[in-house]
């Protein structure tokens, strides 16, 4: 997890460093152009250099962030039965089938655990979406995030939109556990936290052979 931490914040200092280069014709060349055209060109090349940003940062997060399947591989049907499962237990968890991908999420709709985000003065809800490659015996995991609002609950629960933040990396390769794990944990021990939901997740994912990738968008 260091080595994989310690490469995407070198490969983002080199990010910046190229585009801080990419400015230099701007500065050659500021002095011969109209304040209105250079102005159109900052705008440009700023939009330019936010939308390569953001390719590369897909990439780097895509190719660095990779962990190996251990075993034999289960099949595409039998790992989303397993998945599947989680709404069968009693935890805080539930997994909702969108198409062909998987997401994870907090059962907010449920008096019991509503409650307690309110208590707790949650303001976000957390889900991780799983996009699965049969041919690879992979599954890509996006982390997304919306803002929440638990004012009476159930009924009264305001879900904003979908927002893209940045994968949660803080997850121990050793320690992941596996979803099994959230019907014998009691209310008490869960503090809300994305990698609650995300560590066992791919805990499961890797203990049944396949392949997890990060993927920004």
């Not at 992979?138 to 009476?152: G, P, S």
């Not at 990396?169 to 995300?198: C, D, S, W």
Request: proline fraction near 6%; charged fraction near 20%; aromatic fraction near 12%.
């Amino acid at each position: 997890m260091f080595k994989r931490s310690l490469l995407t914040f070198f490969a983002l200092l080199l990010l910046a460093s190229v585009s801080l280069v990419s400015l230099w014709p701007l500065f050659a060349l500021k002095d011969s152009l109209e304040p209105s055209t250079l102005l159109l060109v900052c705008c440009l090349w700023g939009a330019g250099a936010a939308l390569s940003f953001l390719v590369a940062l897909r990439l780097l997060i895509s190719k660095i962030w990779v962990f190996r399947g251990t075993g034999e591989p289960a099949t595409l049907e039998h790992l989303q039965e397993l998945l599947l499962g989680i709404n069968d237990t009693q935890g805080p968890v539930q997994v909702i089938r969108k198409g062909q991908r998987l997401v994870f999420t907090w059962r907010y709709h449920e008096l019991q655990w509503c409650e307690r985000f309110s208590r707790l003065s949650l303001n976000r809800l957390y889900e991780l979406h799983c996009r699965f490659d049969p041919d690879t015996r992979t599954v890509l995991l996006l982390d997304r995030m919306r803002t929440a609002d638990f004012l009476i609950c159930p009924d009264q629960v305001k879900i904003g939109w979908l927002r893209i933040p940045l994968p949660l990396f803080r997850v121990r390769p050793r320690r992941l556990g596996t979803i099994a794990q959230y019907a014998t944990l009691g209310p008490e021990a869960y503090q809300f936290h994305p990698r609650e939901i995300k560590a066992p997740v791919m805990g499961t994912l890797l203990a049944s052979g396949w392949n997890v990738r990060f993927r920004l968008f």
